[in-house]
């Protein structure tokens, strides 16, 4: 049972348009969320978090939003630039002390094209 | 600073044989966590540690997979008798703490090819 599932493998937007990311979780238990970009040959990066108790995060030309009720959560990146091309990871965690891993979805490859 | 690194950064091994990935964290983090990211896959969770203890194994596939945790600092996980789908790019991850709102930062992964 995946308990973090991106359902799109893949996504293609132009430069200087929207790119919407999804992610959908099933254990209620989860309440912090995290986005993760990873490059080719590279480990994972941290992008973004949101907590359960918001339902929008956002820094700079990324914005997370939150629907608890749908436990549905998607990650806006506007404008899209090329060097935003990556395979982007969706995370779950149960936010209080040791708490352990972070559940991780299978990924989004993003390709903006100039 | 210095991030998480790793070594090898490619290890390629016969089946059966027994092989070492190294997973230096960053200085202070108390928290460490190994997965593997199999060719088109997610991110497997396969063990975590909080200082040298590793309260969830959950992950590990088989009991072929082994890993530990000395000073608090340096990790090794070990794979006996290797198998082909042993094949995966194995990375490590270190945060302050194990609470889910740490982000965690990760190495570049060790890719391990078993023929």
């Known amino acids: 049972d995946q308990q973090v599932k991106q359902n799109s493998p893949s996504l293609s937007v132009q430069e200087g348009r929207i790119s919407i990311l999804n992610c959908d979780y099933t254990?209620?238990?989860?309440?912090?969320f995290l986005w993760y970009k990873k490059y080719p040959a590279e480990g994972p990066t941290f992008l973004i978090s949101?907590?359960?108790?918001?339902d929008k995060n956002e820094d700079g030309r990324f914005t997370v939003f939150l629907n608890k009720s749908a436990k549905h959560l998607s990650l806006h990146i506007v404008p899209s630039q090329p060097g935003d091309s990556a395979v982007y990871f969706c995370?779950?965690?149960?936010?209080?002390?040791?708490?352990?891993?972070?559940?991780f979805g299978d990924g989004t490859t993003l390709t903006v094209k100039p | 600073g210095a991030g998480v690194s790793q070594s090898p950064s490619n290890k390629v091994t016969e089946k059966g044989k027994d092989v070492e990935l190294r997973c230096d964290p960053i200085?202070?983090?108390?928290?460490l966590y190994w997965y593997r990211q199999s060719l088109g896959q997610g991110l497997e969770f396969l063990i975590y540690?909080?200082?040298?203890?590793?309260?969830?194994k959950s992950g590990l596939p088989s009991d072929r997979f082994s890993a530990e945790r000395t000073g608090g600092s340096v990790s090794t996980l070990t794979i006996q008798r290797t198998q082909q789908e042993d094949s995966a790019v194995y990375l490590c991850?270190?945060?302050?703490?194990?609470?889910?709102?740490?982000?965690?930062?990760f190495g570049p992964g060790t890719r391990l090819t078993v023929t």
């Open positions: 991850a270190s945060s302050l703490g194990t609470a889910g709102i740490h982000e965690q930062y």
């Open positions: 254990n209620s238990m989860f309440d912090y």
């Open positions: 949101i907590s359960s108790i918001k």
């Open positions: 995370a779950a965690s149960v936010g209080g002390t040791n708490a352990g891993k972070s559940t």
């Open positions: 200085s202070g983090h108390t928290a």
């Open positions: 540690f909080q200082g040298n203890s590793a309260p969830d």
